[in-house]
């Protein structure tokens, strides 16, 4: 079963195993690194250290050939239809990435009276970034209109029938997320091409989606995707931009001829190919598990509310899945207070704001977030500490 899938799985993290008191719940902010990953940076540093594409020896080669090699896998790991076209450059996580892709492409690409959309309820990295590319226009005496996405109210997901409207006329560039990371919503971005047409360019945030679950770019039909490689067990300050031929030959970021992050990029490429010998949809599975059976133990606990999508229509998936990420609020204690309890007990979440510039919702809130190496046992830990807190009947019921 899953369970014996998972254990030696678990096993090959040394933080985790290292620290049997703690229960890491914040893999949403940065994943932990198996062994795996943390072997291939040390082999590479003590192996060939050197700087990329500057010398005639052997380590620079190698260190140039590994890059390659990383763009290669990355373009197997989100199965490229079409990886002879397209482009993988590395950033040093999402921010940066759609950052780049805002300055160095959206920019250039649009004309006066244009008209882009942009998920204002999503992360800042993947709001904020398009409304400075407006705002760079706008010195240049280019005004674009900038359409906030539509949501719908119950599921939290894209209203896709109020985006089919704002397409046609102008419409140049839509912006969407894989993954919300306050609700950990499926945004069902794979119905986002159907909606928009052959020709509007898609820039996707994987941030919360690459090594949770498979991607598959045939399926996705997007011009950029962006993700962390940090949160998906490559060290700190990596990411991608994985750029289509179409758009990609349009793509070249500046400022890209410094040292690159040689150790960073390998880490990455361990780490995908970590994520795709464990399965990422046996990871999902796992995880999406863990988040369901967290969900159940809070509508146990008046004192809680979950954020986003109802329950009761997250459980039926044919409106949305829910990732193995949640989001909840105590209705008295203010979240940092929470996050102090939780922390006492080994319990490692996020408790405070949680990067959305226009909601106030997620301000005071806890986000636990789940990947392979948590445990059924962590979340019945989480839940019995929350419900000392929360000052119900044990196994009172609300809903
Ligand atoms: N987008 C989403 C959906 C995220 O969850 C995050 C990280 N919380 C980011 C962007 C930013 O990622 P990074 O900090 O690696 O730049």
């Known amino acids: 079963g899953l369970r014996e899938w998972q254990r030696p799985l678990r096993e090959q993290f040394p933080i985790i195993t290292g620290h049997p008191g703690l229960a890491y719940l914040d893999s949403a902010a940065t994943a932990q690194k198996p062994r795996a990953v943390l ?7 003590t192996g060939c250290n050197a ?7 052997t380590w620079a080669n190698r260190t140039t050939a590994l890059i390659e090699e990383t763009r290669e896998r990355v373009k197997a790991f989100l199965g490229d239809p079409d990886p002879e076209r397209s482009s993988v450059w590395f950033t040093g996580g999402t921010t940066e990435g759609l950052r780049t892709v805002a300055r160095d492409w959206l920019v250039r690409e649009l004309a006066d009276g244009d008209e ?18 407006r705002d760079l226009l706008a010195e240049r005496g280019v005004r674009i209109t900038v359409h906030p996405m539509p949501y719908q109210r119950d599921s939290r997901d894209y209203d896709l029938e109020a985006l089919a409207r704002l397409v046609g006329g102008r419409l140049r560039f839509v912006a969407v997320t894989h993954v919300h990371h306050v609700y950990g919503a499926d945004m069902n971005v794979h119905r986002v ?5 052959p020709d509007v360019p898609i820039c996707l945030d994987a941030a919360q989606s690459v090594g949770h679950l498979p991607l598959d770019l045939a399926a996705l039909d997007v011009d950029f995707v962006v993700f962390s490689g940090h949160k998906a067990m490559a060290l700190p300050g990596t990411g991608v931009v994985w750029a289509r031929g179409r758009r990609g030959g349009a793509f070249r970021p500046g400022g890209w001829h410094g040292t690159p992050n040689t150790a960073g990029i390998v880490s990455l490429r361990a780490a995908l190919d970590w994520l795709d010998a464990a399965g990422p949809a046996r990871i999902e599975e796992w995880t999406v598990g863990l988040g369901v059976r967290l969900t159940d133990g809070l509508a146990r606990l008046d004192a809680y509310e979950v954020l986003g999508c109802p329950l009761s229509l997250a459980a039926d998936s044919a409106v949305q899945r829910r990732q193995g990420l949640v989001t909840f609020r105590h209705r008295t204690v203010r979240a940092n207070d929470v996050g102090f309890v939780l922390a006492a007990h080994g319990l490692l979440v996020r408790a405070d704001g949680l990067c959305q510039a226009r909601a106030g919702e997620s301000e005071s809130s806890v986000r ?16 019995g500490v929350l419900s000392t807190l929360a000052g119900d009947r044990p196994g009172g019921g609300r809903r």
């Open 39 to 45: 072997d291939a940076v040390q082999a590479y540093l």
């Open 193 to 197: 091409r159907e909606v928009v047409g």
């Open 368 to 383: 636990v977030s789940l990947h392979v190496y948590n445990t059924p046992e962590e979340v019945d830990r989480l839940l």
């Open 51 to 57: 700087n990329a594409g500057r010398g005639t020896y």
């Open 116 to 133: 882009i959309v942009v998920p204002f309820a999503d992360h800042e990295a993947n709001h904020l970034p398009w409304l400075e590319a």
